[in-house]
């Protein structure tokens, strides 16, 4: 186990420490202590180490990560998990806009509320909320699956390709070309799944399933004139 | 982008500090605006008097022959205490809207920043921690004050361009954003008959909540309608001689933190303005919803 102490030691000797780790290191366990808000802690790691930030972070928390386990006591700043590819996040506070952006695998699990734009462009990645969203969440999103345990706000999946969105709670607006879509075996599968990753005791046969009703991203030459 | 902070007590022991406290939040947010910074403060109020900040750029000098001056013109005692290039005018409550029509009139120079029986308002450009130097603001006391610190993006980098705005006796206005329909808005009031010295963008975000409330509006049903007639980004903070509020715009890009326990209201443009205020460990934090007003009063 190894401490480091953000306000005495800095924040680029942090994520060039763990940056540096091979995937057979032996260092594998580390504690953030005093994030005291900083921004970008914990990015760009690409090893299997669980990494515990204590306290709430700044802007661009746990981005660009590949492998690592990510914990953060506490909240999150915007931009949280930017472009993740692999490995796991866990925010057990509340997340600020555009949390898991343009994610291509791995899951990112928030305890409490995520603000607007959540899942904006996700490619792939699994995102599970235990509480509520904001507005204009999984925004043209591509690929892969975002749990809402709680309520979702305005406009949610707009313009949406090929995610998979489940809500337990209202949905205060669907976005354009988002519609409810049936609950099959196969969905209730997945979500059995993620919420047991999330360590979330919601029942998947209390989720809505939303998706894309596919008829704004191919191009409709009778429609030419409304694009 | 601009960084804002607020800090609102309902705890009376920490009044003595508030400045101190005002000042660290608005210096961690430094690297969110380098151009000009200033704080409004909200502190001890005589009954019967008011209290006009001035700004004037030669200081010091440009207020020794003023005292005398304004005091003939009003038939009045008034003192004047300087403070670096502001000073703050004390003058009989009902001799305040005078006292300004003579400023206006005989002393263009000379710019009035606030008006009220308990509000202050200091700005200059420069950095957060110069400008909080320059003024002693980690000397002041109140009972709440909001703080400013701008990326200039909608007009030029002076005084005038600086934040917060005075919207009224007693009010003021710090803005994160950009307004986009600030030149009509302006001509539209501007035929109504209010005054806007500048072309900032933020000075017609005060001048219409102005306007609004010159109509009858609370200052929350203001905020409400601005939800409606302003188009563009913002994060409002306002103050009012016994208030505190934070609006948001409904996209809410422009971020917003807020704290509350038992012993204050505190509002970040990011959570590191907030990390050394006391028991923040133990504070309830959270991003204010878009377009819905948040309000605290004594």
Known sequence: MLTYDLAADGLRGLNAALQAQSPDTNQSQWDVINPKGSHAIAVGLNAPIDVTVHGSTGYYCAGMNQQANIR???????????????????????????????????????????????????????????RNIGHMSAFMAQAGNLVVCGDAGDALGDSLYEARLFVRGSVKSLGADCIEKEMRPEHIAILSDLLEKAESDAKP??????????????????KNTTY | MCGIVGLFLKDKSLEPKLGQMLSEMLITMTDRGPD???????????????KLTVQSEGGREDYAALQNDLAAALETDLSITTNDTHAVIDVAADKASELRTI???????????SQGDSIEIYKEVGLPGAVSERFHVSAMSGS?????????TESAVTTDGAHPYSTGPDQCLVHNGSLSNHNALRRKLTRNGIKIESQNDTEVGAAYLTWKMSQGNS?????????????????????TKDGFGVLRDPIACKPAVLA???????FGSEHRALVNLPGIEDARVWEPEPATVYFWSH
């Open chain 2, 219 to 239: 200052l929350g049903e203001a905020l409400e309608s601005s939800l409606k007639d302003l188009d563009g980004f913002f994060t409002f903070v306002v103050g």
């Open chain 2, 144 to 152: 709440h004050g909001i703080g400013h610190t701008r990326m200039a």
């Open chain 2, 36 to 50: 000009s910074a200033g704080i409004a403060i909200y502190g001890q109020e005589q009954k019967g008097r008011s």
């Open chain 2, 103 to 113: 400023l206006s009139a005989q002393h263009p120079d000379i710019r009035v920043m």
């Open chain 1, 72 to 130: 953060v006591k506490g909240s999150v700043g915007p931009g949280v998990c930017e472009n993740m590819m692999s490995g796991k996040v866990v925010i057990e506070g509340d997340a600020s806009q555009y949390a898991g952006a343009t994610g291509h695998g791995c899951l990112l699990v928030i305890k409490g509320n995520a603000s607007s734009r959540c899942g904006i462009s996700m490619k792939g990645m699994d995102i599970v909320v235990h």
């Open chain 1, 205 to 222: 046969e209390e989720f809505k399933r939303y998706g894309s009703a596919r008829k704004l991203y191919n191009f409709d030459v009778d």
């Open chain 2, 260 to 266: 509350e326990t038992d012993q204050y209201v505190a």
